[in-house]
């Protein structure tokens, strides 16, 4: 396979697999958290208004720039890490986004009762009021449409 072709299914592999993970990840919030984060239904070419070909044209060519730019650089840097730190270090990542995902999907589905007017039952509850506000969570979330 010579470079050019290699390059081409990078962007058609970056092309495909992003707009599979933009429509899966728009069904699910759509479908659990009856929220819309992002809608394609104006821009021609779209699916269901979760996935658009102008958008996925773009994360195609964002993979092709990942590969051949990004990726080297960031290599190169994690090639002088020590594997065993590199491990750990993975790891505490790995947790870390897994917490902040669970934190995430918490706030917001407590910010749907709090608008159906459910008070707090529980610490956890008590602890997401306090600290993921409604206007705190308008702030982050700005393209979620309630």
Same mark, same amino acid.
């Given at each position: 396979?010579? =470079? *050019?072709? $290699? ?15 933009e ?18 239904? &104006? ?9 658009c ?7 195609? $060519? ?31 990542? =790995?947790?870390?986004?897994?917490? &902040?995902? !669970?934190?995430? $999907? ?13 008070? $707090? *039952?529980?610490? !956890?509850?008590?602890?997401? &009021? ?7 969570? &308008? *702030?982050?979330?700005?393209n979620?449409?309630?």
């Open positions: 396979m010579t =470079i *050019k072709h $290699a390059l081409i299914l990078v962007i058609i592999i970056a092309f495909i697999s992003s707009s599979i993970c429509y899966i990840i728009s069904f699910f919030v759509e479908k659990f958290f009856d929220n819309t984060i992002w809608n394609y239904s &104006d821009l021609p070419f779209n699916i269901n208004g979760r996935i070909l102008y958008y996925s044209l773009i994360w195609g $060519a964002l993979g092709l720039i990942w590969i051949k730019i990004i990726y080297p650089i960031f290599k190169k840097i994690i090639e002088k890490i020590p594997r065993k730190i590199g491990e750990r270090l993975m790891y505490i990542l =790995i947790v870390l986004l897994i917490f &902040d995902s !669970i934190i995430s $999907a918490l706030a917001v589905l407590r910010e749907k009762e709090r608008k159906k007017g459910i008070p $707090a *039952k529980n610490k !956890i509850e008590i602890f997401l &009021d306090h600290h993921y506000s409604d206007e705190f969570l &308008d *702030k982050i979330y700005q979620f449409k309630k």
